[in-house]
């Protein structure tokens, strides 16, 4: 038993026998300095392995100390014999002292010197392959199995754990066992190794060999005129083995024995290729199957969109009537399918694209969305010819494609806004992909093949259908969304956009709770629009404050109606029909815009001056019209009205529609232009909580107009509680929710003279309310 020094070895092993360098750090420059104050300079090599010494060690002598060429201190060590590592004792200097018990070596028998010779000849064998001719001489002069195990520390191909586990075999045999299994498994490996390099090498070989006798076959066949290009035995298998319709497959077989006739010099060549790729990629018989539960996918309607109760009916009409036509076998793949076109019109922000994606999810299919604001060009509907450079299938096509089956929701993206260019007018381009009756045989001068898109759910989208040409809107089945009502965007506040943007500004509802009061002031006193992009927009504002407060010291916040004007500052809409109705000469309107309804005040005045009549605020020539019309009705008309007829002749009126840098048009401004300018001449203000929309004659009938939803719904917002329309418009009433139908008093009216009873303040009235 001798007590020595530990000197840790942590990427290494070291066997008797062998001399190894080692770098000198803290821990085994103590164990050096510890050895040579000795006197002996002996010391126990131990592998520490995951932080953990060996028992076993090797007791080594120091044979040098000094730099290597890096400069690094190292000590050159050589192993002597395995000794056990027993327990630690104290010692001189800072390194560890560990008491050491040698190995009994048993004799070698005659199965140590055959596993010997055994592992001397495969480790020959591994030497050889790597030209270690001098490793391999001196291997052959050992005749000692232990010395021959031991020489295994210098192997590379064995791990540190292998040679730790060497070092602590008990006996000769042992060691020679692991060394003979672990260098066969080496000896396989190199094998596999040399295989797989060997065929790739075979195969490089193949390939050159390949191509310059391709090469000089496309010579041969140059010189023939019987060039025959790559690749075109490849379409020709993928076109027998693709699952295509059969008059699409005798196309693309056309196209394939062009592509083998064909130089691949020439640009024809690539043509061909891109269109087979196309034809190829597009899933000519691929379904996915619809959805027939009516009740889950009223759920998936309900869950995604508050109101919108026309639409949702419609989409369920539709898988009804498509439901009806399966059960009676009624519909056939290529033939005049139950192909709809859904037309969503509606101001901005009431949901039409995100509605695609939610009927998109009831029915189960794919679902696209193809923008076509601003496309100038045909070829982008239609696809380019094929003889242009750069030729590629129109929008409708590439959506299919992307789509992945022959039954998606396409979502045509504002439809209103395509225009006509040099190239062609895209609008009359949809007209073939939107019309039932012909869509089934869709031809795109790209593919120049028959496509049918019956089977396709087409969702339009616009602001206004004005601006659609009327073939196009012919064929479309028109839904309107008008805008919501103040409960419904508090609904829709509550359960989507609220939820969305806490979740994108990474906070919880339990860190910021808004109350549903807070929401109906925004609706009302911060937004006024149908839609409800403005009031998410709101929402964000308030949240991006509430993450500021609570990153400083509050852990939740709750904001209510008393807190708004801290995170939204003033509310921008109040109430003004009173105040701008005050004096004789203004009138309440309601108009329709790009963004939904809206209430306009026209005013009215007269001055010294020539006799005439003045008309700004930028009106339209239909507007125009409405203020003559107006002002010869009430001349015509004037004692009947008790009106002075001296009022009106003799002196200059202006007629002011405000907003001045806003363009208006059309004749709903009517009996709003008879009223300001009959206001006016009488001296009786009008009703404030009146506002009013119809068409004039110049005999005093009230004619129809349009969007009287949108209209009403703008009253409501503004704070109008009765409104005039005209008579015949009242079966459109019926379309306006019950919560606006009741929160205004409506009159049907068909007489310029009902309206002005109905809308002037009496005489006596008018005099006190002047005065105040």
Same mark, same amino acid.
């Given at each position: 038993m001798a007590t020595l020094p530990v000197l840790p070895l942590v990427d290494a092993v070291l066997l008797p026998g062998m001399v190894i360098p080692v770098t000198l750090d803290a821990a085994t420059q103590a164990a050096v300095d510890a050895a040579r104050a000795s006197g002996d300079d002996t010391l126990i090599a131990v592998p520490r392995l995951d932080g953990e010494y060996g028992p076993v060690g090797t007791t080594a002598v120091i044979d040098k100390v000094g730099r290597l060429a890096s400069g690094e201190r190292a000590a050159v060590i050589r192993g002597l014999a395995r000794a056990h590592i027993g327990s630690g004792v104290a010692g001189p200097g800072a390194a560890l002292w560990v008491e050491t018990t040698p190995f009994d070596e048993a004799a070698p028998t005659g199965r140590t010197r055959e596993l010997a010779r055994e592992?001397?000849?495969?480790?020959?064998?591994?030497?050889?392959?790597?030209?270690?001719?001098?490793?391999?001489?001196?291997v052959e002069r050992m005749d000692d199995p232990a010395e021959i195990a031991d020489s295994a520390g210098y192997s590379p191909w064995l791990s540190v754990a292998q040679k730790a586990e060497v070092l602590a075999a008990a006996d000769v045999d042992t060691r020679l066992t692991l060394l003979v299994d672990w260098i066969r498994q080496h000896v396989a490996e190199l094998e596999v190794a040399e295989r797989i390099s060997e065929d790739v090498?075979?195969?490089?070989?193949?390939?050159?060999?390949?191509?310059?006798?391709?090469?000089?076959?496309?010579?041969?066949?140059?010189?023939?005129?019987?060039?025959?290009?790559?690749?075109?035995?490849?379409?020709?298998?993928?076109?027998?083995?693709?699952?295509?319709?059969?008059?699409?497959?005798?196309?693309?077989?056309?196209?394939?024995?062009k592509l083998e006739r064909a130089s691949d010099a020439t640009p024809e060549a690539g043509w061909i290729r891109t269109w087979l790729?196309?034809?190829?990629?597009?899933?000519?018989?691929?379904?996915?199957?619809?959805?027939?539960? =009516? !009740?889950? +996918?009223?759920?998936?309607?309900?869950? *995604? &969109?508050?109101?919108?109760? @026309?639409?949702?009916?419609?989409?369920?009409?539709?898988?009804?009537?498509?439901n009806r036509r399966a059960a009676r076998g009624l519909h056939v793949v290529g033939g005049r399918g139950s192909g709809a076109v859904l037309a969503l019109v509606g101001p901005p922000g009431v949901g039409k694209t995100s509605l695609g994606e939610s009927v998109a999810r009831a029915l189960g299919r794919k679902f696209v969305r193809v923008s076509l604001g601003g496309v100038r060009d045909e070829a982008e509907i239609r696809g380019h010819r094929r003889t242009y450079v750069g030729a590629l299938p129109g929008r409708i096509v590439r959506a299919i494609r992307e789509s992945g089956s022959?039954?998606?929701?396409?979502?045509?993206?504002?439809?209103?806004?395509?225009?006509?260019?040099?190239?062609?007018?895209?609008?009359?381009?949809?007209?073939?992909? =939107? !019309?039932? +009756?012909?869509?089934?045989?869709?031809? *795109? &001068?790209?593919?120049?093949? @028959?496509?049918?898109?019956?089977?396709?759910?087409?969702?339009?989208?616009?602001?206004?259908?004005?601006t659609v040409p009327g073939p196009l809107?012919?064929?479309?089945?028109?839904v309107t969304l008008d805008g919501y009502t103040e409960a419904e965007k508090v609904a829709i506040a509550r359960d989507h956009l609220l939820p969305r943007q806490l979740e994108r500004a990474g906070l919880t509802d339990d860190e910021v709770s808004v109350d549903d009061e807070v929401l109906r002031r925004i609706a009302t006193e911060y937004t006024r629009e149908a839609g409800v992009r403005q009031l998410e927009r709101a929402l964000t504002r308030i949240l991006r404050k509430a993450a500021v407060k609570l990153a400083s010291d509050e852990s939740t916040i709750r904001v209510d109606a008393a807190d708004l004007r801290a995170y939204l500052g003033r509310p921008r809409f109040t109430p003004e029909s009173a105040e701008r109705t005050a004096v004789p000469g203004v009138a309440t309107g309601l108009a329709v815009t790009g963004t939904g309804g809206d209430v306009l005040f026209i005013e009215a005045t007269v001055m010294d001056g020539e006799p005439g009549l003045t008309l700004t605020g930028q009106l339209g020539d239909v507007m125009k019209e409405s203020a003559q019309i107006a002002l010869s009705y009430l001349r015509s008309h004037?004692?009947?009205?008790?009106?002075?007829?001296?009022?009106?002749?003799?002196?200059?009126?202006?007629?002011?529609?405000?907003?001045?840098?806003?363009?208006?048009?059309?004749?709903?401004?009517?009996?709003?232009?008879?009223?300001?300018?009959?206001?006016?001449?009488?001296?009786?203000?009008?009703?404030?909580?009146?506002?009013?929309t119809g068409e004039v004659t110049?005999?005093?009938?009230?004619?129809?107009?349009?969007?009287?939803?949108?209209?009403?719904?703008?009253?409501?917002?503004?704070?109008?509680?009765?409104?005039?329309?005209p008579a015949r418009n009242a079966p459109d009433l019926d379309e306006v929710p019950a919560e606006v139908r009741e929160a205004l008093t409506i009159h049907p009216l068909s007489d310029v003279t009902d309206v002005l009873a109905l809308a002037l303040r009496p005489a006596g009235e008018a005099a006190t309310a002047v005065a105040a």
């Open positions: 592992y001397k000849t495969l480790v020959t064998s591994v030497l050889q392959r790597r030209g270690a001719w001098q490793v391999i001489d001196a090498r075979e195969g490089m070989e193949k390939s050159q060999r390949e191509f310059l006798l391709r090469q000089q076959l496309a010579a041969i066949r140059k010189e023939l005129g019987e060039e025959e290009p790559d690749g075109a035995g490849d379409y020709r298998s993928r076109v027998e083995a693709a699952d295509l319709p059969e008059k699409v497959r005798e196309a693309a077989l056309r196209e394939v024995g790729d196309t034809v190829l990629e597009l899933p000519w018989n691929t379904r996915t199957e619809d959805n027939t539960d =009516l !009740d889950a +996918a009223r759920a998936v309607l309900d869950a *995604d &969109h508050a109101g919108l109760d @026309d639409v949702k009916d419609r989409i369920l009409e539709y898988l009804a009537v498509r022959m039954n998606p929701v396409v979502l045509l993206d504002e439809v209103d806004k395509l225009s006509a260019g040099y190239a062609g007018d895209p609008a009359a381009a949809l007209l073939e992909v =939107l !019309d039932p +009756a012909q869509n089934h045989t869709f031809r *795109d &001068h790209y593919l120049e093949v @028959d496509l049918d898109l019956s089977d396709v759910l087409f969702l339009s989208t616009a602001n206004v259908a004005d809107l012919d064929r479309m089945d028109v004037a004692t009947e009205l008790g009106i002075d007829p001296t009022a009106l002749g003799g002196r200059r009126l202006h007629v002011h529609v405000p907003a001045g840098a806003v363009p208006k048009d059309g004749p709903s401004a009517g009996i709003t232009m008879v009223t300001a300018l009959a206001s006016l001449v009488t001296g009786r203000p009008v009703r404030p909580e009146v506002g009013m110049l005999s005093g009938r009230v004619l129809p107009i349009g969007g009287v939803k949108q209209k009403l719904l703008a009253a409501a917002r503004a704070g109008l509680t009765e409104v005039i329309i």
